[in-house]
Structures are given as C-alpha cells and as structure tokens.
C-alpha cells in the first residue's frame, strides 16, 4: 500500500523468482516439471504447484495475486495461523487443497472466488483469458468490499494488520 497521497494505491511487484515461461530456443512453452524444485515463494502467498514443488505456470501467479487480494480485503488467510516454517509448509499445503474456495472467499467479492476457481482449471501451459480476469477485477469495488477505514492498519507501512 502506498504512503500518504498514495495511501489507498496498492503497488503489488516482485520480480525476485521471476523466470521465462517461454523457451528462448524454441519459443515454446516450457515443459511441465512435477519435481522441479522446492517451494518457491512466500508460503502464505504462493500457488499450490509451488508447494508441491512443480514448474510454475501463468496460473499460478494468478492464484497467488488472489491470495493476496484476499489478505487485503480480510486482513487474514486461513492458513497463517500455521508457523512457517519446514516442518508445516506441508500443513499449509494441505489446508490450501483441503479449503473449499467458496468458503475461503466468504464475505468477499464474488469475483475472487470466480477467478481462483478459473485459475485452477487452467492446465500448465495454458493461456489464462488476461481479459475475463481483468473484467472480473475491475468490476470489484462495489458494496461488498470492505471501506478502507473498516481496515485495521499498521502505523509503518498502512498494511491490514491480521
């Protein structure tokens, strides 16, 4: 969230685990690895496949802005009462398959729950509609979420404070 003039502007970038999901050779996609590495991003933040362990895809990226979009309206993800560290990044997992996205998504935009529901169905290499999602994204904003000032804030950075 940014500060002062900018206090109601979110700027969500990191590009600190980002690769190329086309291969530079061959302009393909890249092949789907199911055990290609270990977690890869925040736990509470990152897509099932990257507990898991497999190659990220567009998807996933998706799957882990609604997480954060979901922080920010709620303040809260289930799934942060569990520590983080290695010995329950598998509880976390499991509660992220386990969670009815319905029931993640309770009390918030309908939108959410449409796009993570979407994301999920996408397969590996498939193109998300960047469009459907950014319709459902702009058309959040309505009555049903929350106003900024109903939003516990913390004093540095004016992030929702669980």
């Not at 009462?81 to 918030?108: A, D, H, P, Y």
């Not at 469009?131 to 540095?156: A, C, F, M, N, T």
Request: net charge negative; proline share 5%.
């Amino acid at each position: 969230m940014g500060i002062g003039d900018q206090s109601l502007t979110t700027f969500i970038i990191d590009f600190g685990i980002a690769k190329r999901y086309c291969d530079s050779d061959t302009g393909g996609h890249i092949p789907f690895r199911q055990a290609a590495r270990c977690l890869t991003g925040t736990p509470a933040f990152t897509s099932i496949n990257s507990h898991m362990g497999a190659e990220l895809g567009q998807h996933d990226d998706i799957e882990s802005l609604v997480y954060v979009l979901i922080y920010f309206l709620r303040g809260s993800l289930p799934w942060l009462q569990i520590k983080q560290n290695g010995s329950t990044r598998s509880s976390i997992l499991k509660l992220k398959q386990k969670i009815i996205v319905e029931t993640l998504c309770s009390s918030l935009p309908c939108e959410l729950s449409t796009i993570l529901l979407y994301t999920r169905m996408l397969s590996f290499s498939e193109t998300p509609d960047y469009d459907y999602i950014r319709s459902l994204l702009r058309s959040l904003g309505g009555d049903s979420v929350p106003e900024v000032e109903s939003i516990v804030r913390d004093k540095l950075y004016g992030l929702p404070c669980p």
